[in-house]
């Protein structure tokens, strides 16, 4: 079996997948990759399940050492790969032999990258999923980020995964990264008539920063309070992936993978699902504007990010090399038609 041996961790990753649904009646989270987006079209560039386990790098990627043969692909946000030390693209199939090194390095735009493999990483599934729950300390590697001399089992390598390699998603169907002010689009409710009309209001107006709180639980905003002097809490109810909640400070925060599974503070809006890939793209200090839109807008917006799935991967054809002189070097070019 191929296993990939930890040199460097970067500043925190961990395994994950597309969590647990089904189970918050138990109260368990939901968890899994905050950028479904990217670990979904990493998985079908390889030829695996969407939901194959995949490593989550956030701000700097890993460094890894393959023992057997595999296949990886590294999405999400723009950051450097290099195999052997040099660099190769990201959002195409690699292939790796035994003994290779594969170096992930800081994110250039975007928070998080992922690394998929042939086969998913192959850690035990714990309530049907690989996803770590951190505050849990269960599921993905011991339930907590890797550490250096981590070896992780892989998947098996099959000929599908083979025949994979120099593939890859063309850039109009890569993730979606933070803009200057990145909109993101939301439905108001289901509590936003408990709100006043100022509330509202400032919610489609104001501009809002990613706060030094954020994390895998929620997106902490700072900027204009949308209340003053207002009771924000109600009775505890469900927590939905995407819920905007009001605290009570009156500020915004936007509930992610890792959220709890019931609150009580009260909920003017819902990120819709197409956007929130971007949302767990955003770093500190990353500034956003809500955009109020309607269900039908919401559906077409999620239609659209499964039609650019569903044509994963763009396959290249035999590669071309040439020799040109360049500056007085003679320089050796490939070329792939697509």
């Known amino acids: 079996m191929p296993k990939f041996t930890v040199v460097d961790p970067g500043f925190f990753t961990t395994v994950q997948d597309l969590g647990r649904p089904g189970l918050q009646q138990y109260g368990v989270p939901v968890g ?29 990627g890993a460094t890894l050492i393959a023992s057997g043969e595999t296949v990886t692909a590294v999405t999400g946000g723009k950051v450097s790969v290099c195999k052997n030390g040099e660099r190769v693209p990201a959002w195409e199939a690699l292939h790796l032999a035994d003994g290779d090194r594969l170096a992930i390095g800081a994110m250039e735009a975007g928070a998080r990258a992922y690394l998929c493999v042939a086969g998913g990483i192959d850690v035990p599934l714990v309530m049907g999923s ?25 998947g098996e390598l099959t000929y599908v995964h083979q025949t994979r390699v120099g ?48 994390d895998r ?38 509930m992610l993978a ?3 599974t019931t609150g009580g503070y009260m909920k003017i809006a819902t990120v819709i699902s197409a956007d929130l890939p971007l949302v767990g793209q955003m770093r500190t200090g990353d500034a956003l504007q809500f ?18 799935l569903h044509g994963i991967p763009t396959r290249a054809l035999p590669k071309r090399f040439f020799h040109v002189l360049l500056r007085g070097e003679n320089v050796r070019v490939e070329v792939s038609e697509v």
């Open 217 to 254: 639980m929620g997106c902490r905003l700072s900027g204009e309070s949308l209340v003053q002097n207002f009771q924000t809490d109600t009775i505890s109810d469900g927590v939905a992936l995407g819920s905007v909640q009001v605290l009570g400070s009156g500020h915004p925060i936007i």
């Open 130 to 154: 690989r996803a770590t729950f951190l505050r849990g300390v269960f599921g993905g590697w011991h339930g907590r980020v890797l550490r250096a001399s981590d070896v992780l089992p892989l």
């Open 258 to 260: 890792d959220r709890q």
């Open 32 to 60: 899994g990759a905050l950028d479904t987006y990217s670990l979904r079209a990493g998985n079908r560039l390889l030829g695996n399940d969407d939901g194959a386990a995949a490593l989550e790098m956030t701000m700097r």
């Open 167 to 214: 593939s890859f998603v063309p850039l109009p169907s890569q993730a979606r990264l933070p803009a200057a002010i990145s909109q993101v689009r939301v439905m108001l409710g289901p509590q936003n008539h408990l709100f006043p009309d100022d509330a509202l209001r400032v919610l489609c107006s104001a501009r809002y920063q990613v706060a030094a709180e954020a």
């Open 291 to 308: 955009i109020p839109v309607s269900y039908e807008e919401a559906i077409k917006a999620l239609q659209f990010c499964e039609q650019a």
